[in-house]
């Protein structure tokens, strides 16, 4: 799909190759230009501004070009800034981005018919079916009302300027934060209060460490982030949608928005209630080329930066130049530069709901100062020391709270996405070997060429062997979603579990799975083969001789890591798709649910 371009210039229309123009002062050379792909503002006014954010964006998706005139940008820069960041707004996130990647939605439509779905997101979410069935909606948690302060930590390069108060501010507000920022808190040793998590991209990750223990922090995460290696880090974790509304017709959903991950921060501000807001690191602005704290400004950056009254332009890389409030030269993306818009938009929803006040410590943002007041580090430190114990406490009565999840349709629903995703790898394996120009217009073949550009092979050969691999990886999630929910299923009619363990791994995974799942019933039972003389479990034996039919008519087994191994001559040749690795399932046990995270924050 061809990216539509976004053009800025100054007072000339340039040729505009069928993108929307919009003119933000009348323009002198305005003649041949199409009145339906056309729209003038003599004057950015209020009236002009509701104008244009009633635009349908399906008129961008040639591309938009914006053409603001020297003396409109003279007579009503705020005005002209604001019109600018909400066109920028309706042209990235509902046709730029939805053309850049799959990762984020499509709501007008705008992608070919046969674009193929995220295949990331779909493992993303099967793999986190543990978690599903689990865990609460962050419904629950903006029930408690917890009203207390919130500092919102991004990764901006002005954060690098807190380093010396964090600690400090760290016990006046609740820090809530993303992934990105870890390394940052990491080095001073201070855990988040909150973690939003609304990236998907796998790479986020790498931002934690197997080690880590957060054993007074919370987890909110979009149901479909890649989340399962870290999630049992933390001491609770919500969710801010339902990952399935057929399953979990749970509609509630943390205000938030796909252009960046600030904004369900600021929706997470507001589901907590908090009455003060400031922000940190959100200065959606380039200084230099550094777009990340490594590379921290001068207290006096703001200052230094030279006048600029030139409008909004456009440069290559989807980079943007335009005055800010102080008239000072800004250099920003075309997302950031969205972004801005739509974290305004937002704060004043916010605003007008709760009373919210915002307050911003970067001294370089381009937030708007009227919605974010610029505010100095004394006078933020100069809150309250915060009795956070009261966040907690309500965090752990939310997590009490369970949803109610049609487990039977679950189970079925799994059940078909497994025999799909079975078919299609089997499929996959036979046009591989017979009909390769087939097997390149698969949606795994095209998917695989159209993204993952963290990882993808270089030639067709090894995007091909990805494509399978791709497949292979969708069957064993389906496979592995299929079997959690089978067991919960089990689980909620009152039939005990059974575990396959030898007589030795009875006593630690009886313990282990009830920290997992105190409130289900287990059987342990063994394998009885010749020659094997050690005891059996409490639950008795199976004869090996007999144990691929029993496997076969239980609805779900799990396995324990000895008994695999010691009867792995056999269970490997027949386990099929209704068994389940004990540790697989042990891998999702928070924190809290070990028992032995204690009060300590722990980072590795």
Sequence with gaps: MPIPSFAAVAD?????????????????????????????????????????????????????????????????????????????????????????TTRVPDPLGLRPPDT?????????????????????????????????????????????????????LSRRYLTVTISRTLPFLRRHGIAPDLLLQLDTVPLQEHFHHSGDRFPESVLLSLSLAPIRSFAPHFRRLFFIDSFNLSLLPNRFRVRESWLSSLLPCLGCAEALHAPRVLLAGTDLRLLGNNAYYNNAPTTDAAAAL???????TSKPNQILEFPDAAGKLARTTLQYFATAAEAELFARAIQTAQGTAFGNLSPVSILDPQCFAPTAIEEALDAPLLDK??????????????????????????????????????????????????????????????????????????????????????????????NVAAMHLLASKGSPLTVLVTAAEEAPSRQALAQWRPDWQWQFRGIEAPGYEEPLPSGGGIALAAVADWIRFQDVVLLGPDCAREFGYALSLFTGGNVVPLDAVLAYRTVAMEGNGGPQTRFS
């Design 389 to 482: 114990a009261d966040f907690l406490a309500k965090a752990d009565a939310a997590d009490a709270e369970k949803e109610t999840i049609s487990l039977r349709a679950m189970r079925a629903l799994y059940t078909g996405r497994q025999e799909a995703a079975r078919r299609d790898r089997d499929l996959m394996a036979c046009m591989r070997l017979a009909d390769r120009d087939k097997l390149a217009q698969h949606p795994y073949s095209r998917y695989i060429a159209d993204n993952v550009p963290w990882f993808r092979p270089s030639g067709e050969e090894g995007r091909m062997e990805a494509a399978a691999s791709l497949a292979e990886e969708l069957f064993q999630a389906a496979r592995f979603a299929r």
């Design 306 to 312: 030279p006048d600029h009254a030139l409008p909004l």
């Design 116 to 168: 193929p779905p995220e295949y990331l997101h779909e493992l993303n979410s099967l793999r986190n079916t543990p978690l599903h069935l689990r865990h609460a909606m962050a419904d629950k948690l903006e029930k408690q009302h917890v009203g207390q302060p919130c500092l919102l930590l991004l990764p901006g390069p002005s954060l690098a300027l807190l380093a010396p108060h964090m600690r400090e």
């Design 12 to 100: 000339v229309v340039p040729a505009l190759d069928g993108a929307f123009l919009v003119c933000l002062g009348r323009p002198d050379n305005l003649d041949g230009c199409d009145p339906a792909t056309t729209f003038v503002a003599d004057a950015v006014t209020d009236d002009a501004i509701a104008v244009l954010a009633g635009l349908d964006p399906r008129c961008m998706a040639q591309g938009l070009t914006v053409v603001t005139t020297s003396r409109e940008q003279a007579a009503r820069p705020e005005a002209v800034l604001r019109a600018q960041k909400l066109l920028a707004l309706l042209f990235v996130k509902f046709v730029y981005m939805p053309a850049l």
